[in-house]
């Protein structure tokens, strides 16, 4: 278990938690919340002995295995899967061992056969399966997963790094906000991976409805105090509520305690034959031990101006195409929003939702199709890169200022200090600041302009758990339209009351609400694996029972080669009659002239149904290849 004894950590003068004492137990989920900037990240560093406690102790079992994300990934020329595959230590090393072990010259029988054992224990024979389901459920499509590590992007090497520690067999996994660069679909995938993980998980994160999910415990850093609750967050939050309460309670009751007794005590203090009673009274209120005080947080909370006026429609769009370089990536788009609406968009990374939301702002052009924007439609547009175009050398008056010229500086100041900006900080440099206060910033210039329409695309990753309650208020009492891209449940289903799926290249109303989102996916996800076990018994692979099979030899008869090979050779060509099938289909879709076939207006959806269908076949036909792939591999054959 991790234990803390009277736990003392300080980072240079500042005291962050302050005589700890409490233990986390083998397999327990613990979510660490707290504030940003109270130490979260620093007490992870604790659990990886790389900062040491100033007083009392930590201390966790010395044989445990520990997992973290790694903050950064070099531009390697390694594989995707290879890179995954690297986060199982002991896999790479007893594959070293045996390949040594092979290629002497003196051929050590027993130590070969040792090797082996080793590696089925571990279930190495299915290494590469594993790791290709953790990139699968991250969001990397198949073809991608022998691509090199250097020519992802920033945001999927994070993906990556997470694959990677998720793939280690540890006793410990730490996740720092692993949410941050996943979408909905992925984190609903990764929650249920957490759900089933064996190990004690730490997981610092400010999304309620992942915590609700994952965490069977919450401790919570606040005030220098580190204190250990059952429960999830909600029942933590709950459970604080009362204790709260009942602290103020007592806290009352003492203090009126203590004032009927010292109102004896002023009274009859100077009288000789009170004295002693008197006296009694002062050694009674001595004794008394005070609760401390509650001291209530800063609630922060903002609003958004009311915009100036409120069009009907917004904008309208009918048989539109949009992407890139004239190719469409999102086709046949038939929808409006208007006033007041709140809209969530659901789907994959990389479906088109950024795309979409490009499209309704102007910043993308219809390939097809026509876009009617109402001439009063004022858009804020709050992209998921926009804390990238602030001046880190500016401060936030000066954004303002180049923002709006003609405005007064003291009007400037009222509205900055709506947003939490008040007196000097107004005038400061933003290179400072932490990505919350940034964030701020950068969604109170999107929202100076008064639009009527606010497009979100991920506004919450830089924000904990309070900043994200006042976005939520000040979304609801927003009498504009709202369009939401974001991986947060909570702020969703608290704020939209439409759902729209981007997903195989079109966007269509979604009928239900987030429950309803996760258990389609969940369903579809088993469709796919069906899919993948029919594929296997399709191609007769060989695999489970040579797999039951090497624990009891350490090679495969002739034979049992031979049949793996014919099954590879079946399940390639498969793979080659479903892809051309696929690049067939992209072709039709991608064809402006389906849309506008008035005759079978119904063809499209019956293209992107069969496309849907025939890429889980695919992905089922790639699993069966992996596995026969691994174990021919594993025989040098």
Same mark, same amino acid.
């Not at 504030?35 to 790389?50: D, H, I, P, V, W």
């Not at 026509?370 to 175009?389: I, K, N, S, T």
């Given at each position: 278990?991790?234990? *803390? ?294 609630? *922060? ?30 086709? +046949? ?6 006033? +007041? ?40 547009? *709050? ?255």
């Amino acid at each position: 278990m991790l234990s *803390f004894n009277q736990l003392t950590l300080r980072r240079g003068a500042r005291v962050l938690i302050q005589d700890a004492t409490l233990q986390i137990h083998a397999g327990q989920r613990v979510g660490l919340v707290g504030r940003n900037g109270t130490g979260k990240t620093s007490l992870f560093a604790l659990m990886q002995y790389e900062l040491a406690p100033d007083l009392g102790g930590f201390s966790r079992p010395r044989d445990w295995a520990v997992a973290t994300v790694a903050q950064e990934t070099p531009a390697l020329p390694v594989p995707a899967l290879e890179f995954v595959l690297d986060g199982d230590a002991e896999l790479r090393e007893l594959e070293s061992a045996l390949s040594r072990a092979e290629s002497s010259a003196e051929l050590d029988v027993q130590r070969i056969a040792d090797l082996h054992e080793r590696l089925y224990q571990i279930d190495a024979y299915t290494a590469r399966a594993r790791a290709a389901t953790l990139l699968d459920g991250l969001g990397f499509e198949q073809q991608t997963h022998e691509r090199p590590v250097a020519e992802f992007s920033g945001g999927w090497r994070v993906r990556l790094n997470l694959a990677r520690a998720l793939m280690c067999r540890s006793d410990l996994l730490l996740l720092d906000e692993p949410t941050n660069h996943l979408d909905l679909d992925a984190v609903l995938w990764m929650q249920n991976w957490l759900v089933a993980y064996k190990g004690t998980l730490v997981v610092i994160s400010h999304d309620r409805e992942f915590l609700d999910a994952v965490c069977t415990h919450t401790l919570h850093l606040h005030g220098e105090r580190l204190t250990l609750y059952t429960g999830h967050y909600s029942a933590f939050e709950r459970l604080r509520s009362e204790r709260l309460a009942q602290q103020v309670s007592t806290r009352a009751a003492q203090e009126r305690q203590v004032a009927h007794l010292q109102k004896f005590v002023d009274r009859f203090r100077a009288q000789a034959t009170k004295a002693r009673q008197a006296q009694s009274r002062v050694k009674m209120i001595e004794r008394i031990q005070m609760v401390a005080p509650v001291v209530a947080d800063n609630e *922060f909370t903002f609003a958004f101006r009311k915009p100036l006026k409120m069009p009907s429609p917004l904008i309208r769009m009918n048989k539109v195409s949009v992407g890139y370089g004239g190719r469409p990536h999102l086709s +046949g788009i038939h929808l409006g929003i208007e006033p +007041g609406e709140r809209v969530g968009l659901l789907g994959p990374n990389g479906a088109g939702k950024s795309t979409f939301v490009k499209l309704i702002a102007g910043r993308l052009q219809a390939l097809s199709g026509q876009v009617v924007a109402h001439p009063d439609l004022v858009v804020g547009y *709050f992209d998921q890169h926009q804390l990238e175009q602030l001046d880190p050398a500016a401060s936030p008056i000066l954004h303002f200022k180049r923002l709006d010229p003609q405005a007064r500086e003291q009007d400037l100041r009222d509205y900055l200090g709506a947003f939490n900006f008040r007196g000097d900080r107004a005038y400061e440099a933003i290179e400072p600041f932490s990505g919350g206060e940034k964030a701020r910033l950068a969604l109170a210039l999107v929202v100076y302009p008064r639009p009527n329409l606010l497009l979100l695309d991920e506004p919450t990753n830089h924000l904990d758990l309070d900043m994200r309650q006042a976005l939520e208020l000040a979304l609801n009492d927003y009498a504009g339209a709202v369009v939401l891209v974001s991986h947060d449940r909570h702020l969703i289903g608290s704020v939209c009351d439409r759902l729209w799926r981007v997903a195989e290249h079109a966007v269509q109303p979604f009928d239900g609400d987030l429950d309803d989102y996760s258990r389609w996916l969940s369903e579809r996800g088993q469709r796919a694996r069906s899919a993948m076990r029919a594929a296997a018994e399709t191609f007769a692979s060989p695999a489970p029972a040579v797999a039951a099979d090497l624990g009891a030899s350490t090679a495969l008869t002739r034979d049992e080669v031979k049949r793996l090979r014919d099954a590879l050779r079946k399940t390639e060509a498969r793979q080659k009659r479903i892809e051309e099938l696929l690049r067939r289909l992209d072709q039709q879709l991608a064809d402006p002239a389906l849309y506008a076939d008035s005759a079978d207006p119904a063809q499209p959806a019956r293209l992107m149904k069969e496309q849907a269908e025939l890429r889980d076949e695919l992905a089922a036909v790639e699993e069966t290849w992996l596995e026969t792939a691994g174990l021919l591999e594993t025989q040098g054959a």
